[in-house]
């Protein structure tokens, strides 16, 4: 154990070394930050298999990676059936924990650990991310507070759930994305492209359509064929990866659909999530606003997953009025990767749109992005009031709107 908690610390201190300037402040004040969450997200955590995990429940991920870890322990060796490990599709995350298991032995909170540092070195990813689309360095720094502060992104730095390494890696595609095609091309600049999508491929095969389209929209027609080549190379590379999503919608789709509408007062949520195009824009809303719809009542409200998201609910109001700014800096840039935090956002809510799968850490794979546009609301009191009326608004409008959905539905 006190060479497991080494490696968080080395690793700590060598995100403060390898930060930059003021982004020392975001690595240390991210450490505070997810230490308070370690003793607030306790009072959540309950006993199983000799972890510690948020759900009991066999089909929890963050017991089921421990439990992966476990299997890889057992073996004596990584080199096995990603089945047997529980993770068929995105194995990866099961394979960072089956390693440090084998590293330094059974320990409830290695998972944890993985996440825990993968929080740290996330606001200075989107640091960088920022800084690659064009956001001068004022902005880029606010950004990376809003991670740090985000309270649903402090939460999944200290739990062991994958999603905080995932997101980590998607903004670091993100931004390599960025440097390649709308910068000058390197053959740095490609080998971090092409690592970092391997990567994603073993982490969340299923983001990566979405990323090569991203790139696709913005390059296109913009800074000549070598940015346009990168981009549909990577739409190429998507298209095996993009089978692979559609065949899982027909399973795990049907599956959390299920789930959430069982047990819908007058089958609200069944019609809403199960609908047809009509029902598309309610979706989006949904999935933006209720990290999971299950529309059956406010009961829900209480969980600990809601009150964390009063934060990301905040975050939305600063990010839509951010989108304005954002707007106008490309107008007068004429640099597309400006759009990128945009188009990014947009693509993940139609896919979610489309696909009707209420999955809230999906929507959180947008976090990066909605900080970049949240980012002009923190340095403009004029957009930041604007913001907390958004806010208020919305919560004027909230419960009244629910009621008038139920009566619909």
Not at 45 to 56: E, I, L, N, Y
Not at 324 to 335: F, G
Request: with cysteine; glycine share 10%.
């Amino acid at each position: 154990m006190i060479g497991a908690l080494l490696m968080v610390v080395i690793a700590a201190l060598l995100l403060w070394w390898a930060a930059r300037g003021s982004e020392r402040d975001l690595v240390l004040a991210a450490l505070a930050v997810r230490l308070v969450m370690v003793g607030l997200a306790w009072l959540f955590f309950v006993p199983r298999d000799g972890t510690w995990v948020m759900s009991a429940s066999d089909t929890a991920d963050d017991l089921k990676y421990f439990e992966g870890g476990l299997t890889a322990l057992r073996h004596g060796t990584l080199w096995i059936d990603p089945a047997l490990l529980g993770a068929g599709r995105n194995p990866g995350f099961v394979y960072v924990v089956g390693a440090l298991f084998l590293l330094f032995g059974k320990i409830w909170f290695l998972p944890n650990a993985v996440s825990f540092v993968s929080g740290l070195a996330l606001p200075v990813a989107v640091v960088r991310l920022a800084e690659a689309v064009g956001l001068d360095r004022r902005r880029a720094l606010a950004a990376g507070w809003i991670i740090v502060f985000l309270p649903t992104i402090a939460f999944f730095s200290v739990t062991g759930y994958k999603d905080q390494l995932t997101i980590l890696l998607l903004t670091l595609l993100l931004t390599s994305g960025a440097h390649a095609v709308g910068g000058r091309l390197t053959v740095a600049r490609l080998g971090a492209v092409l690592v970092l999508t391997a990567l994603m491929a073993v982490f969340r095969v299923g983001l990566l359509p979405l990323i090569a389209g991203t790139f696709c929209l913005l390059a296109l027609g913009g800074r000549g064929w070598k940015a346009s080549a990168v981009a549909l190379s990577l739409l190429a590379a998507s298209i095996w990866p993009f089978t692979l999503w559609l065949e899982s919608t027909e399973q795990l789709d049907r599956f959390t659909v299920i789930q959430i509408t069982e047990g819908s007062v007058a089958g609200m949520a069944s019609q809403v999530l199960s609908g047809g195009i009509a029902t598309w824009p309610l979706r989006a809303t949904l999935f933006l606003i209720l990290p999971y719809p299950s529309l059956t009542g406010l009961d829900d409200a209480w969980q600990l997953y809601h009150w964390l998201n009063l934060g990301w609910y905040f975050l939305l109001c600063m990010g839509a009025v951010g989108v304005a700014a954002l707007w106008r800096s490309w107008r007068e840039t004429t640099d597309r990767m400006l759009l990128l935090p945009i188009v990014w956002t947009a693509a993940v809510v139609l896919s979610l749109m489309v696909r009707g799968m209420p999955n809230t850490r999906y929507i959180l794979t947008v976090v990066p992005a909605v900080a970049l546009m949240g980012s002009y609301a923190v340095v403009d009191g004029r957009l930041m009031r604007t913001a907390l009326m958004l806010l208020g608004a919305g919560c004027a409008t909230a419960v009244p709107a629910y009621f008038v959905l139920r009566g619909l539905f």
